[in-house]
């Protein structure tokens, strides 16, 4: 009986140290060959220079109102301002109009930029496709839009998400990666961290315009959400450059007032089906600062019969069982969280770790200081968290881990890649995570997501 004892305490001790191993979902096996992110040099041809003198360039657009019927157009001009005007009209008519927009220019240390323009074309129609062009002259550059269906529950729609691009060999990788990829994305939902000029010596600026160059080929034709993260907080007071977020406020605009926001660092849009909330992990947060009264009035003023799909990016992941960037969303995630839950977001997305990950529905607001309950625990009012902070910048692949795998974390995985969102209908949408490395339709990471107002079922690894 000894032995069969002794036995017996051996298979239970194994059992339970499985069980600890194995806490967490799934811990990619890919390999990915290490080797050192290097940004591309300045005489790289996706940073060409557009031919002519003065040529607008660094040309994108984002969405220019609440709704999905405007337009932000952006462009620089780098020798004199030129001309301010939009001239665009829809596919298959000779009707142009004109729209006016303005420009700015700032210096930051020894950089003078040049002419910065901003756009903004109202009362477009839905679903339509539109043609563009900026500039005068023997400069004069074509782009083209379509604007999104009306907002609608069934609407469907894809978002592609993409975060911490930078301009690296691997950032070209993964925007091309994104481009090619058959679902085909509509929107880039981008969650922070753009050109990375700030890792240059003196927050060397014309890294900016190289960026602006580099996505250029995207962003001219589809939307870019933008979110701010630390790498355009630019503060740098031992050069004198003492305003946070200088060069990312001149460049990127956002239609932060269409949603009463005071501010560019958080607003919101609807787009088909969805309503998105933008918040900044490095603005004041905490109760009674802006943000904080912003967000307590946004969240009611969601209507999920008209947008069922509750969509909220930011920079900083809460839920993060990587070692780099380890909790820093932790004070965020208190004030917050219980809203999330509340209103049943269906979706977070975050970057700022250089790696993938994806979490299960779960939540950690019973906490009070003396109940010691302080372990997140499954939550189906509460969102999937997902990191997708591995665009491939200068800085690298996080690929340190906590171990084990903690129980929240569904699927982690420390290489570059993109990610697409693409809503079915008001229950349904499909997700999936393309690492660089595949071929372009390869999903190494995917699920269901059931809208959290409309069907709430459990769509876990767990369920299925």
Known sequence: MGS????????????????????????????????????????????????GYNAPEQVHITQGDHEGKGVIVSWVTPDEPGSNTV???????????????????????????GYI??????????????YYTVGIGHTIRKFWFVTPPAVGPDVPYTFGLIGDLGQSYDSNLTLTHYELNPQKGQTVLFVGDLSYADTYPNHDNVRWDTWGRFIERSA?????????????????????????????????????????????????????????????????????????????????????????????????????????????GETMRVMYEPWFVQYKVDV??????????RSERVSNIAYNIVNGICVPVKDQSAPIYITIGDGGNLEGLATNMTEPQP??????????????????????????????????????????????????????????
Request: proline share 5%; aromatic share 20%; with cysteine.
């Open 4 to 51: 069969f004892a002794a036995i017996s305490v051996l298979v239970l001790g194994l059992v339970l140290n499985a069980a600890v191993l194995c806490n967490g979902g799934k811990t990619s096996r890919f390999v990915r060959k290490l080797e050192k992110t290097v940004d591309m040099p300045l005489e790289t041809d996706v940073f060409r220079v557009p031919h």
């Open 117 to 130: 323009h901003h756009c903004t074309i109202r009362n477009l129609e839905f679903n339509t496709k539109y």
């Open 87 to 113: 001239v665009y009209w829809k596919e298959d008519t000779k009707d142009k109009k004109k729209a006016e927009g303005k420009v700015y220019t700032y210096k930051f240390y020894n950089y003078a930029s």
């Open 348 to 357: 977070v997305f975050a970057g700022h770790v250089h790696a993938y990950e």
């Open 220 to 328: 001219a034709y589809k939307p870019w959400i933008w979110t701010a993260g630390n790498h355009e907080i630019d503060f740098a007071p031992e050069i004198g450059e003492t305003k946070p977020f200088k060069p990312y406020t001149h460049r990127y605009h956002v239609p932060y007032r269409a949603s009463n926001s005071t501010t560019p660092f958080w607003y919101s849009i609807k787009r088909a089906s969805a309503y998105i909330i933008v918040l900044s992990s490095y603005s004041a947060y905490g109760k009674y600062t802006p943000q904080y009264m912003w967000l307590g009035q946004e969240f009611p003023k969601v209507n999920r019969t008209e947008t069922p799909w509750l969509i909220v990016l930011m920079h900083s992941p809460w839920y993060n069982s990587y070692n780099y960037h380890y909790m820093e």
């Open 407 to 464: 129980a929240y974390s569904a699927y982690r995985e420390a290489s570059f890649g993109h990610a697409m969102f693409s809503i079915k209908n008001r229950t349904h949408a499909y997700y999936s995570w393309h690492r660089n490395q595949d071929g372009y339709a390869v999903e190494a990471d995917s699920m269901w997501f059931f809208n959290r107002f409309w069907h709430p079922v459990d769509e876990s690894s767990e369920s299925v």
